[in-house]
């Protein structure tokens, strides 16, 4: 009898699981519908986003390599493709204009990023391992600094630097371009040393390393990802400059690439300088595009080390 009741039991839930089994697979297809969706959703957006980015890139490529008579034919690719824009500026009228303000712009950005770097290291360890009244407040105010207008500086700048001797010259702009590089490198590498282990520094003293031992043998090695993460995004910051550097020069002795687009000329009165303008912005815009190639593993090491707390 018993039997009997259990093989009922068993043949009235076989549909039921059936069903179960039935609707687990519609609901596992209709989950792999949704992800393929969503997949394809993020791809037509990653590709609309890059299409918007690179666009502009794109039609001053296009730009630097017409004629002077396509630039006004509004098409987008040259009729004839042209080097006469690079040859301006590399061999031609412009050549010291331009060669000139590249080397002003290499020099003063790796200057001001070196010091940034460098100082930066030595206030974010002291913040994020020392505990002293204020730290908190010296952290706001760097991010304050670095969202500060900077075309309300120039003003109190010019007159200032007129006056102590530094307008027009490489100190000039260095000390200048600290003020955007150093505030934002010292909130970037605070994040970075509060994920080292304060217990490797302790372990480095009681080997008998002093202080300053520990600091440079256990601890910045550990945070070089976020120290060469810092330094890239502190020479963009120097490089990309503009108002400093039409604002605080007056002449070729220290006039960076930026400013230096604003005082290209054509041929003629007659003839805009949007070729060779192009081709300036291309050729300046290539050391950016190879630091991000070359050492983008290490840029994305750095932003991960600092991303996450462990």
């Given at each position: 009898?018993?039997?009997?009741?259990?093989?009922?039991?068993?043949?009235?839930?076989?549909?039921?699981?059936?069903?179960?089994?039935?609707?687990e697979?519609?609901?596992?297809?209709?989950?792999?519908r949704?992800?393929?969706n969503?997949?394809?959703g993020?791809w037509?957006?990653?590709?609309?986003?890059?299409?918007?980015?690179?666009?502009?890139?794109?039609?001053?490529?296009?730009?630097?390599?017409?004629?002077?008579?396509?630039?006004?034919?509004?098409?987008?690719?040259?009729?004839?493709?042209?080097?006469?824009?690079?040859?301006?500026?590399?061999?031609?009228?412009?050549?010291?204009?331009?060669l000139?303000?590249?080397?002003?712009?290499?020099?003063?950005?790796?200057?001001?990023?070196?010091?940034?770097?460098?100082?930066?290291?030595?206030?974010?360890?002291?913040?994020?391992?020392?505990?002293?009244?204020?730290?908190?407040?010296?952290?706001?105010?760097?991010?304050?600094?670095?969202?500060?207008?900077?075309?309300?500086l120039?003003?109190?700048?010019?007159?200032?630097?007129?006056?102590?001797?530094?307008?027009?010259?490489?100190?000039?702009?260095?000390?200048?371009y600290?003020s955007?590089?150093?505030?934002?490198?010292?909130?970037?590498?605070?994040?970075?040393?509060?994920?080292?282990?304060?217990?490797?520094?302790?372990?480095?003293?009681?080997?008998?390393?002093?202080?300053?031992?520990?600091?440079?043998?256990?601890?910045?090695?550990?945070?070089?990802?976020?120290?060469f993460?810092?330094?890239?995004?502190?020479?963009?910051?120097?490089?990309?400059?503009?108002?400093?550097?039409?604002?605080?020069?007056?002449?070729?002795?220290?006039?960076?690439?930026?400013?230096?687009?604003?005082?290209?000329?054509?041929?003629?009165?007659?003839?805009?300088?949007?070729?060779?303008i192009?081709?300036?912005?291309?050729?300046?815009?290539?050391?950016?595009?190879?630091?991000?190639?070359?050492?983008?593993?290490?840029?994305?090491?750095?932003?991960?080390?600092?991303?996450?707390?462990?």
């Amino acid at each position: 009898m018993s039997i009997d009741a259990s093989n009922d039991s068993r043949a009235s839930r076989a549909p039921h699981d059936e069903e179960l089994t039935e609707q687990e697979r519609e609901g596992q297809r209709k989950a792999r519908r949704a992800q393929r969706n969503t997949t394809l959703g993020w791809w037509v957006l990653t590709v609309v986003v890059a299409v918007w980015c690179l666009f502009p890139v794109a039609s001053i490529l296009a730009t630097s390599f017409k004629t002077p008579g396509d630039l006004s034919n509004g098409q987008f690719l040259p009729t004839e493709w042209s080097g006469v824009n690079y040859s301006e500026i590399l061999v031609g009228d412009s050549r010291e204009l331009f060669l000139t303000a590249l080397w002003n712009s290499i020099g003063i950005s790796v200057i001001a990023t070196a010091i940034a770097v460098v100082l930066a290291t030595l206030c974010a360890y002291a913040i994020a391992r020392l505990d002293f009244p204020g730290k908190r407040v010296v952290l706001t105010v760097s991010l304050m600094v670095s969202m500060f207008p900077v075309i309300s500086l120039v003003t109190p700048l010019f007159n200032m630097w007129r006056t102590l001797g530094l307008y027009d010259t490489w100190p000039g702009l260095i000390i200048p371009y600290l003020s955007l590089t150093l505030p934002i490198s010292i909130w970037t590498l605070t994040a970075f040393f509060q994920q080292i282990p304060w217990e490797l520094e302790q372990a480095a003293q009681v080997d008998g390393a002093t202080p300053l031992q520990a600091f440079r043998k256990a601890i910045v090695p550990l945070a070089l990802p976020g120290v060469f993460t810092t330094a890239i995004i502190a020479f963009f910051i120097a490089w990309n400059d503009f108002v400093y550097g039409i604002s605080l020069t007056s002449t070729e002795a220290a006039r960076p690439v930026p400013a230096a687009l604003a005082f290209f000329s054509g041929a003629s009165q007659f003839e805009s300088p949007t070729g060779a303008i192009s081709a300036a912005a291309i050729i300046v815009t290539i050391p950016i595009v190879l630091l991000v190639m070359f050492f983008q593993k290490q840029i994305v090491a750095g932003l991960t080390s600092g991303a996450v707390k462990g």
